[in-house]
């Protein structure tokens, strides 16, 4: 059986060179571009890649259900421009799909870096990357995971010799910025959720301590204080951001109102 690699790019010259050297030797290297204006597509065509087009879009997630579907083979390994994927990662998907009816689905780890240290408070950081294209879907939302036909499983996060390496280590200021610009996509994706007061304490307060306490933050120094504080600061945002989007006309101070 065979394995398709899909990649989404737009500007991705940083990594991708490291990317595809770590995807070489699976059976097809699918890059969807979303029009770069850099040298991605130069790196890309140096590999054997397929490359496809899609529409810039903002987040990417129409562009990796795209690639996705427009690969060629059934089993599909969805890897993104800042990641790596290691050798021993390789070789335990090509023994999975050789079982008897493995299940439908893959939850591969994944390493994440802040201020150039390894995030335990981030691990594993599970992402459902590997899986049966058919029938799979992925909801135009940012950090969605795509709806599969069947059973997941994961691996188990004791292998940390499986898990993705995420390459970018953003300084601060990109980070905020991120952190903006996801909220804002929180705000779609959870439209339909409701929040009360005490949400915006023990929200925030939870995703603190899960980081910091709870999955190890605290070993990492500083860094892993700044990351358990970030952690509670997406939440933070994310609730009175919803909120914000819910204020009816009515609601509006009268000076405010022409």
Not at 34 to 50: F, V
Not at 120 to 137: C, M, N, S, T, V
Request: glycine share 6%; hydrophobic share 40%; aromatic share 14%.
């Amino acid at each position: 059986m065979k394995i398709s690699v899909v990649i989404h790019t737009y500007n991705s010259e940083k990594f991708l060179e490291r990317v595809l050297n770590s995807v070489s030797g699976f059976d097809e290297i699918v890059i969807c571009d979303m029009y770069s204006t850099d040298k991605t597509l130069e790196i890309a065509k140096k590999y054997n890649t397929r490359i496809i087009f899609h529409e810039p879009c903002n987040p990417p997630e129409p562009a990796r259900n795209f690639a996705i579907h427009s690969a060629t083979w059934e089993w599909v390994l969805v890897v993104d421009s800042d990641e790596v994927v290691p050798l021993a990662l390789k070789q335990y998907l090509y023994a999975y799909i050789r079982q008897s009816n493995p299940p439908e689905g893959l939850w591969i780890p994944r390493k994440n870096y802040l201020m150039g240290r390894f995030m335990h408070g981030d691990y594993p950081d599970y992402i459902l990357r590997f899986f049966r294209k058919e029938g799979a879907y992925w909801p135009p939302y940012v950090h969605t995971v795509p709806q599969l036909a069947g059973k997941t499983v994961k691996i188990p996060k004791q292998r940390k010799d499986l898990a993705f390496v995420h390459l970018i280590n953003n300084p601060l200021n990109l980070k905020w910025r991120k952190l903006n610009a996801y909220t804002d996509n929180e705000v779609l994706k959870r439209s339909g959720k409701s929040y009360s007061y005490w949400s915006l304490f023990y929200a925030p307060a939870y995703r603190f301590i899960k980081a910091y306490i709870l999955k190890g933050g605290f070993r990492d120094g500083k860094a892993g204080l700044v990351n358990a504080g970030m952690e509670a600061f997406y939440k933070f945002t994310t609730i009175a951001k919803i909120w914000e989007s819910r204020v009816k006309p009515e609601d509006v101070d009268p000076q405010l109102k022409g």
